[in-house]
Structures are given as structure tokens and as C-alpha cells.
């Protein structure tokens, strides 16, 4: 399996950056998880629309989905003109209920709902998924090919579910939203890069990916607290590649 960064950012991007976005690829699989701001123009960079298997969305904040509402756009023209018969298939959880109704849009996505009952299978990749801790419902995911596994925390604050459901994965990638400093209470809706490192190790994790920055963060002072936990740690660069 192959992991492309599209967007590392949240809540808002940095300048000429963008928010939530992966791309993992194996063989002709191609998965867009999160979809965020800045995402659907890093994306075209490396397949073409009418390529993509899937959309996951790990939960319906809008630096996760904002550009949904433009990949609409491209599927809708695309189809208009007679480019693509397609819709995309789309998986997500279902609350909340208002923000999940606005991605029914039947001529560009066929939409489903997920919970962590769910298992999907696309070709060779088996999706399983796991509730974190978040304001709204937030799902990590995992992604196996039979050989190796990638965890994706998804977005969410301190909780023991994904050090399990991490364990042992190839690749941990993990929300570093806040640094120590700036975490005031337990209920702090991101993980601190401490934390990520904590986790990664718990977990045992060969190797663990920070992502999620606040624009305004150095990366050197989220890498040395990260690291300072876990020595197997890096932070994912915008448009570089990560083999699973
Ligand atoms: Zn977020
Ligand atoms: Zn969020």
C-alpha cells in the first residue's frame, strides 16, 4: 500500500497548504480518506477523478469534507458532458444528521453510513473502523492488504480505544492538533504530540506519522515532543508519499 499526503493541516490550512486529505493506493484501489479543504486540487495532481474507488470519511468536521461540496461539482459536469457515468462511492458516519444529508447528493455520490460494526472490502483491502473521541462521532480506521496494516486515528482527543486498535500496525498515522502546552482540559478534542508519541509506542507501531498541525505550530517543536516518547516518529510532509 501506498499513502500520499493531500493536506496536513487543521483546523484551517496554512498558506498553500490544505486540510485533512490521504490518498492510499494498492494496485488499481485507489482511496481518497478525508476531504478537506485544498484536498481535490492535490489530488488531481496524482490520479484522475474518475479513478477513485472510494471516498472515507472519518467524521463530518469541515476541515475533513469542505471540498465534497466542490468534488460534487466535477462529477456532476463530468457526467453532464458525457466524461464519466460514475458516481463516487462515499462512506461515513451518519451524525450529525444535517451536515451527513448535505453529502446525499445522489448525481455525484452514492452515499453510506459506517459505524465500527462496519467491515468493507474493496478488492484486496479490508476497512474496519473504531469510535474515537471527538465533539462529533469520529471514526479511526484501519486498512489491511493481507500483509500490512495502516491505523488512522482520525481526529480525536486522549483515549485508550486506539492504542488497541493500533497495535502492531505498520503504519500509525495520528492527529497532533495541540502541543502540551495549549492542552487545558482532559476533554481536548485533539491529541497532544506527546500523546501521539505515548501511543505510537504503547501500540508498538513500527512506524508512526503525525499529522494535523495547526498552521501556526514550528514543525521541529511537534517532532521533539513526539520524539522525546517515541523515537519511531515522523510528521508527514504535504505531497510526500509513505509505503505501507
Ligand atoms: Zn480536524
Ligand atoms: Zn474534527
Not at 118 to 137: A, C, E, I, Q, Y
Request: charged share 25%; net charge negative; glycine share 8%.
Amino acid at each position: 500500500m501506498k499513502l500520499t499526503i493531500l493536506g496536513n493541516n487543521g483546523p484551517y490550512p496554512s498558506a498553500g497548504g490544505a486540510c485533512s486529505g490521504y490518498l492510499l493506493t494498492e494496485g488499481d484501489i485507489k482511496l481518497l480518506i478525508d476531504c478537506g479543504n485544498g484536498v481535490l486540487s492535490n489530488l488531481q495532481r496524482f490520479i484522475r477523478l474518475e479513478e477513485l474507488t472510494a471516498v472515507i470519511l472519518t467524521h463530518l468536521h469541515s476541515d475533513h469534507i469542505s471540498d465534497m461540496m466542490v468534488l460534487r461539482y466535477a462529477v456532476q459536469v463530468k457526467r453532464a458532458k458525457g466524461l464519466s457515468d460514475k458516481v463516487i462511492k462515499v462512506f461515513a458516519p451518519q451524525e450529525p444528521a444535517e451536515e451527513y444529508s448535505r453529502l446525499d447528493i445522489k448525481e455525484a455520490f452514492a452515499l453510506n453510513g459506517i459505524t465500527q460494526e462496519s467491515v468493507l472490502n474493496l478488492g484486496k483491502l479490508k476497512l474496519t473502523f473504531k469510535d474515537m473521541k471527538h465533539p462529533v462521532k469520529c471514526l479511526a480506521i484501519s486498512i489491511e492488504n493481507g500483509e500490512k496494516r495502516f491505523v488512522f486515528s482520525g481526529d480525536t482527543g486522549w483515549n485508550e480505544n486506539i492504542i488497541s486498535f493500533g497495535k502492531d500496525a505498520d503504519l500509525l498515522m495520528l492527529d497532533s492538533g495541540l502541543l502540551t502546552r495549549d492542552k487545558s482540559t482532559q476533554d481536548a478534542p485533539h491529541l497532544t504530540a506527546r500523546e501521539c508519541g505515548v501511543i505510537g509506542k504503547s501500540a508498538n507501531a513500527k512506524r508512526l506519522l503525525l499529522t494535523h498541525f495547526w498552521p501556526e505550530y514550528k514543525a521541529g517543536e511537534i517532532l521533539k515532543e513526539a520524539a522525546q516518547e517515541y523515537e519511531k516518529v515522523e510528521l508527514t510532509t504535504l505531497l510526500c508519499s509513505y509505503e505501507v
